[in-house]
């Protein structure tokens, strides 16, 4: 069976990354949502239905965009559950908390069936009861901050006991957790693992150096470079660089924080770039909840420790400093004096909203980037960050 997940109208909203990302490639706890399901269902993805945008979307290992029929025996996957990995009873329906998570489809239908009812799949669960399984629901964005602790705790528990993991005696561990080194990973001498609040993951091909402390529960991910200071109840995804203090945040991938600089409770979508000392608020002077853009206007979180959140291809300059709740749309390219304002809009050149990264230099510096990292910006995914910067400026005017 293929797994087809619907991105429904409160995904579409999950912006600064609806722009150029569907909701089935964010990360939330250890793994992205995608990989989430194809783990406990033991299933591949088809691909996965959403905003037209999209069309063009284009990653190694990715989903990719569905258009007519999705044939019977499909399953359709809400890509808000964040489902458990331990894996799904048998059934043809599931829930998560009373909300129809997943269906497997009877009969084939269209794309356009699917997003007519607004991405809902309760009118494919048929008559039969869906059964029970254990997750959560992405609501807002910043649930993948809320929720993060907790799903990194049983996140790791499970994957670890999955490797082939490795013995490290030159590290000092402390704290009655677990630590997880997969056999390819390095971790050098004077690196201190600390697994006083929850269990560590390191994966294969990864490099933690000296004068680092990871602090659990904590995930780094594979071919990533952890090069100096604290980083604490994160999940770093593949191929990223980080230095300095990370706290309470995800790094969906692909991206670098190589300097001094705080970062917490923040979520970095693909190809990020932080210059050196930038940093973020997470804490507001008066200690109440953080408010935070949405495209339905400012909204109030309920959580009073929230940091920023930055699109796919966000660069900051040298010293930027990210306001509390901060959201920095797709290509921003940020700079100037002061703190940043709520709410960066996508591709913009500074901090005056007016300004814009003209398109063929912002292509070009993308594939500068991702020439340094051996990959290539392929044409299919030229086309869908142009839509995304057309669609950006029609929305700025």
């Not at 569905?66 to 799904?88: D, K």
């Not at 043809?92 to 607004?118: F, H, I, K, Y």
């Not at 869906?130 to 528990?157: C, F, M, N, S, Y």
């Not at 670098?256 to 002077?285: E, P, Q």
């Amino acid at each position: 069976m293929s797994l087809v997940f619907v991105d429904d109208i409160v995904a579409n909203d999950f912006h600064p990354f609806a722009l150029t990302r569907p909701c089935c490639e964010l990360r939330a706890g250890a793994l992205l949502v995608r990989q989430r399901w194809e783990m406990a269902t033991s299933d591949t993805t088809a691909g996965f239905i959403g905003a037209p945008h999209l069309t063009d979307f284009d990653e190694t290992g990715a989903a990719s965009f569905l258009s007519g029929t999705i044939p019977a025996g499909s399953i359709l996957v809400n890509s808000r559950c964040v489902v458990g990995l331990a894996g799904l009873p048998p059934a043809n329906a599931w829930s998560c908390d009373g909300q129809v998570a997943a269906v497997r489809l009877q009969n084939a239908v269209t794309a356009s069936e699917v997003l007519d009812g607004g991405g809902r799949l309760d009118a494919f669960a048929g008559s039969e009861k869906p059964a029970d399984i254990r997750g959560r629901w992405l609501d807002q964005v910043w649930d993948l901050i809320r929720h993060l602790p907790e799903l990194l705790t049983a996140d790791i528990k499970t994957l670890g006991a999955r490797i082939e993991q490795t013995s490290v005696p030159h590290a000092t561990t402390m704290g009655p957790f677990l630590t997880y080194i997969e056999r390819g990973a390095r971790i050098e001498p004077m690196v201190l693992l600390d697994a006083s609040g929850g269990p560590i993951l390191v994966r294969r091909g990864s490099t933690v150096q000296s004068f680092s402390r990871l602090v659990g529960p904590c995930i780094i991910g594979e071919e990533t470079i952890v090069n100096g200071g604290r980083v604490a109840t994160s999940s770093i995804g593949e191929r990223c660089r980080v230095h300095g203090e990370v706290s309470v945040s995800v790094f969906t991938g692909h991206s670098n924080k190589g300097h001094d600089g705080f970062i917490g409770h923040s979520v970095l979508g693909r190809w990020v770039n932080l210059g050196a000392g930038t940093v973020n608020s997470n804490l507001k002077n008066n200690y109440s909840d953080v408010s935070m853009w949405t495209p339905r206007g400012i909204e109030r979180t309920g959580m009073q420790f929230l940091g920023a959140f930055l699109g796919d291809h966000v660069k900051t300059a040298i010293g930027t400093r990210l306001t509390t709740g901060a959201v920095v749309g797709t290509g921003a390219n940020v700079y100037g004096t002061g703190l940043t304002s709520r709410y960066v809009p996508p591709f913009a050149w500074g901090l005056d909203e007016s300004d814009k990264w003209e398109l063929e230099p912002f292509l070009e510096t993308v594939g500068k980037m991702m020439q340094r990292r051996d990959m290539s910006l392929s044409e299919k995914a030229k086309r869908q960050l142009t839509a995304a910067w057309q669609r950006a400026v029609e929305d700025n005017r």
